[in-house]
Structures are given as C-alpha cells and as structure tokens.
C-alpha cells in the first residue's frame, strides 16, 4: 500500500491565483482530512470528509473548498490564493474505530507571494 | 482558542536521559489522545496513544502519563536517543470524531549525543 499520498511536494502561487492540492489513500479509510501547519501553532483542522459526498468544516476553513467523490480522493481547493495560506499542508485518513490511527501523507509546502 | 496546549516549545536533552514533554486540554470530553512525531519534511506520524481510563500507558522507550482529573498528560521518552530528534505534538480527539484531531503547538526535541 501506498498509505495517504499528496501532490504536489511544494507550490509557488500568487496572490488571487487558484489551485488544487491532491490527496489520495489506498486504505479504504472513511474518514479523510485537511489540516494546514505552521509554525508554533501545531496543526490545525481545515476540512474533513467521514465518506464519500459528505464534508465538513474544521477550525480554519476560510478560504479553502473540498469536495469527496470517491472513497479514495480528497481534493483540497485554494479558489483565490492568500499570502495568509503559506503554510505546510496535510491529509490525513482513518477508520471509524476507538482507537484508529490517523495517517497523514508527506504533505504539500504552498507559498504565496 | 488553544484547546490543548504544549509545553515546552523546544527541548534539548543529552543523549541517555530523559526528554518529558508535557499537554493540558481543556474539554473534558476528549477521550483519545495520540502522540504524533515528525521529522523533517516529513508528516506526522502516530507514536504512542491512550485513553482517559488509563493514568499510563508505556511502549518500549515511550510513557504517556495521564492525570485525567488535572486534565493534564506527558510524555517521557527513556534513554533518549539521537534518532529521537524530531518534533513532537501531543493531540486530543472528542468521541466518535474520528477525523477531527485538536493538537498542541508542537515540541522541537534535539537530543545531544
């Protein structure tokens, strides 16, 4: 298994340009997520996803979209780039059980300048 | 709002002792809490994790200590090893959320040899 995968490694963006972040997993996991690191702050919620055509917001979700076809694919959309969205950004997936493990992919470096 | 919050912000510890990095939460409703350590360029990944009906919990090197009513919980990391560098955020998960985790700020652990 390739376990959560993102693409791309890192973005250069300007200010108002659009963009999609990839994310995929191979682990038939329900539960997706988005969270966005920066420093001091730990990780941060976005957006997340418990199955196919069913999102929510997280604790930072200005400025960010999301939608879920698949079980496999969770998108993640900047539709107008902000230098405030600099940050590194994560997927994240994992069954619906009392003590399942949330995997992340190597996550997505974006600057916006 | 922080609703958990790490301490220290970084640590540095010679090799062989012991690193303790320490989190309290907030909501008393959170009822799982992971562990996560990051080296760089790299996500996260899950280390060790226990529940609130457990005051500790040990694997190998590593000892989550839980004081459920300080709502306070730590980690030590015994024999503390060079290739334990890395960045270590403590997290907390309410209920059947599964894909929503609340982490700390995050600790840069650098172990002198």
């Known amino acids: 298994n390739a376990g959560v995968t993102q693409t791309p490694k890192f973005q250069v963006l300007k200010t108002g340009q659009s963009m999609t972040l990839q994310c995929a997993q191979d682990?038939?996991?329900?539960?997706m997520s988005w969270y966005r690191q920066d420093p001091g702050m730990g990780l941060r919620l976005i957006h997340y996803?418990?199955?196919?055509?069913?999102?929510d917001q997280g604790e930072v979700p200005n400025g960010y979209n999301v939608s879920r076809s698949t079980t496999e694919d969770f998108p993640l959309r900047l539709l107008s780039a902000a230098p405030s969205q600099t940050s590194v950004y994560f997927c994240?997936?994992?069954?619906?059980?009392?003590?399942?493990?949330?995997?992340f992919g190597p996550g997505t470096r974006l600057t916006v300048l | 709002q922080q609703q958990v919050k790490q301490s220290p912000q970084s640590l540095i510890v010679q090799k062989g002792g012991i690193s303790i990095i320490n989190c309290a939460y907030e909501?008393?409703?959170?009822?799982?809490f992971p562990w996560y350590q990051q080296f760089p360029g790299k996500g996260p990944a899950l280390l060790i994790a226990?529940?609130?009906?457990?005051s500790e919990k040990k694997e190998g090197r590593f000892t989550i200590s839980f004081n459920k009513s300080a709502k306070q919980f730590s980690l030590h990391i015994m024999d503390s090893q060079p290739g334990d560098s890395a960045t270590y955020f403590c997290?907390?998960?309410?209920?059947?959320?599964?894909?929503?985790?609340?982490f700390g700020q995050g600790t840069i652990l650098t172990v002198h040899p």
């Open positions: 996803s418990v199955g196919a055509g069913i999102t």
């Open positions: 226990i529940r609130p009906d457990v």
């Open positions: 997290a907390a998960r309410l209920g059947t959320s599964y894909g929503k985790l609340t």
């Open positions: 909501n008393t409703a959170f009822d799982y």
């Open positions: 994240a997936s994992s069954k619906p059980t009392g003590t399942s493990t949330q995997y």
């Open positions: 682990m038939n996991h329900e539960y």
